[in-house]
């Protein structure tokens, strides 16, 4: 992106977006869309996939392709990044969406707690695998869809898969603390590089989350609440902003809600949890050389 870009028209850019195939990811997709990036969505199910991509294509008129990857699984977050890289060497913004909450323990096929797998791992991978092709970019993004609920998570090294105790409340708010914790270290280790990285809390948003694997608590308040949460467009909004405003080219390393820069957690600013998080997390993905240094 040219440093003078003064309006938001994308065109030219290439945005991909994981879980767009409802929900907040999707409602992301449109908006860039309608700016004019090429769109690409990730979904888990082709047909779902393709009907959304037609059906981003019909509203925002723009360029908008599907990739189908479940990425629960470390393979299928490979095939997925070999997939995007064959038809796009370069990528100027990565939106890490995909994620959500399941009440009960379930395990991958790789073996992993399903929570700290899909919430972290996967967007880890992602980023780590496709950060060539950012830095192909003059001005590239990378922005991870966290949770104010991230407030309420610790990273609990000697028990990171609740092999010993799992509750969903607490698997859920550990990969929202590793999403920023993530971010911020992305941020450290690209800092010489054109490349940001930012993390996003989208509010409390009316979609399909949670609904898989509910708590208790959800599918009791959830009903109460959802004539009162934002709409998924309302949701997108602070990724949208990440993604394209032009004065943001140099931000990095932040945490947004409403689309502007906030605090985040204390224990979100520890570096030395953040660095051990990276390195745990580079051997649970098999990148023994993490893919980003300064
Ligand atoms: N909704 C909220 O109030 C809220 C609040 C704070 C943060 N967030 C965060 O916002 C992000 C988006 O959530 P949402 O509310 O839009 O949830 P959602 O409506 O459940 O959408 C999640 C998306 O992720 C996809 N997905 C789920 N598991 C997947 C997997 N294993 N592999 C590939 N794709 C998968 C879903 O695809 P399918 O169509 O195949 O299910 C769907 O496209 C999440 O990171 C969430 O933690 C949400």
Known sequence: MPADRKSTDLAGRTVLITGATGGIGKATALGLGAMGARVLITGRDRGRTEDTAREIRAAAGGLVEGFVADLSSQSEVRRLADEVLQRHPRIDVLINNVGGYWNTRHVTVDGL?????????????????????????????????????????????????????????????????????????????LKTSAVTANAVHP??????????????????????LRPFMKSPAQGAATSIHLASAP????????????????????????????????????????????????
């Not at 809600?257 to 390195?279: G, I």
């Open 113 to 189: 707690e399903h929570t700290f797998a899909v919430n972290h791992l996967a967007p880890f991978l992602l980023t780590n695998l496709l950060l060539e092709s950012l830095q192909h970019s003059t001005a590239a993004r990378v922005v991870t869809v966290s949770s104010n609920a991230h407030t309420m998570g610790r990273i609990d090294f000697d028990d990171l898969q609740g092999e010993r105790s799992y509750s969903g409340a607490r698997a859920y708010n550990q990969s929202k603390l590793a999403n920023v914790l993530f971010t911020y270290e992305l941020a450290r280790r």
């Open 203 to 224: 509010g409390l948003v009316s979609t399909a989350f949670g609904a898989g694997d509910p708590g208790r608590a959800q599918r009791l308040f959830v009903p109460v």
């Open 247 to 294: 004065d943001l080219d140099r931000m990095t390393g932040r945490y947004f809600a409403k689309s502007k820069s906030t605090r985040s957690s204390k224990r979100s600013y520890d570096e030395s949890v953040a660095k051990r998080l990276w390195e745990v997390s580079a051997d649970l993905v098999g990148l023994t050389t993490p893919a980003a240094t300064t």
